[in-house]
């Protein structure tokens, strides 16, 4: 592989890229304008079709599983990675970007030991979980001393990595973008008088989603107003739901549709009326999320979005404008919020048009890409390791 001097080459550090759920990575990766992307993975490529890139390295991917094996035991033992460092050396690597938190944790001495600026940028999971292991404190705190620059996805989140350790001056806030070209905006259409409304909810099906608590929800207004539920995901959580949605009489109300396509998401959007994400910190593990991708599509799709005071979810919904706010793991409050939109359609064209605004004036690619190359023009100016 050969990359020009010019410009500035900027590695990204990803394991396992990408799962179908990381839409928001591919884009920091592929959009940027006066920077060029060098994606390092310990791991094979998956997903090639979703995320086509050309400038991709793995050891795993060009000497076999076990080189990868190889990689990942020497950076955890010996915070050495051969073959990603022999990379860096001969492409003209200027910055490193390490995507989740635990993996700036283990880069953070290659990054050290090549005199180049890391940036990590954290996402939920890294936060509200591997942050907060015992044995992955003193990872953290080298990262902490010697990382350059903590990107967070909201200022809630900025502040837990300041609680962590993370100097309060290196911690950035950086939103999510979207692309708002692939989910246009189209007016909400009400539905018919008999029909029913339409509620759409996406994401894996894990605790933190709280499908169940949105079921249960639903349950208490079944009688009421004709509504369908399309659940667009898959997950380990899918028989429970699929047996709870049974047991609570909902019937054909709920059609699970399983994992779709990006592409099929936002035809599925297309034809909803109302988003909801009932999102709620793991009961067991305790994880959080950060700032879902998916409200920031449904509102440049033009939905009314029905979600959660919770993590940084009120940094990306206006509520009040273009969605409606409640308590995480509040079956009751969340009935009444959907209540109130299923009873009142009139309200459907103002809050899609409001979110719409707001995602295009600040999540549109151009807009957090042009943010993310101010950032690493910053380090490069600044960095000075001794």
Known sequence: MTLTETPITVAHIKDQFLPRSETFIYAQVAQLKRYRSLVLDRHPRQNRDLFPFEFYESPAERLGRWAGWIERLSLRALGRSPYLEWIIRHTNVRVLHAHFGQLGALFVSVACRHGLPLITSFYGMDVSRFARIPAWKPRFERLWQYGQRFVALGPQMAETLVSLGAPRERVVVIPLAVDVQRFAYRECELPGRHNAVRLITVGRLVPKKGVDVLLKALAQLKAQIPFQLWIVGDGPERERLENLAHALALGGQVVFWGWQSPEQVADLMAKSHIFVLASRTDPVTGE???????????????????????????????????????????????????????????????????????????????????????????????????
């Open 288 to 386: 959080t999320e950060g700032t879902p991708t998916v409200l920031l599509e449904a509102q440049a799709r033009g939905l009314p979005v029905i979600s959660t005071l919770h993590a940084d979810i009120p940094f990306i919904v206006r509520a009040g404008e273009s969605g409606i706010l409640v308590p995480e793991n509040d079956a009751e409050a969340l009935a009444e919020a959907l209540e109130t939109l299923l009873k009142h359609p009139e309200r459907w064209g103002d809050m899609g048009r409001a979110g719409r605004k707001f995602v295009e004036e600040r999540h549109a690619i151009p807009h957090v890409i042009a943010r993310l190359e101010d950032l690493y023009d910053e380090v490069l100016a600044t960095v000075n390791y001794v």
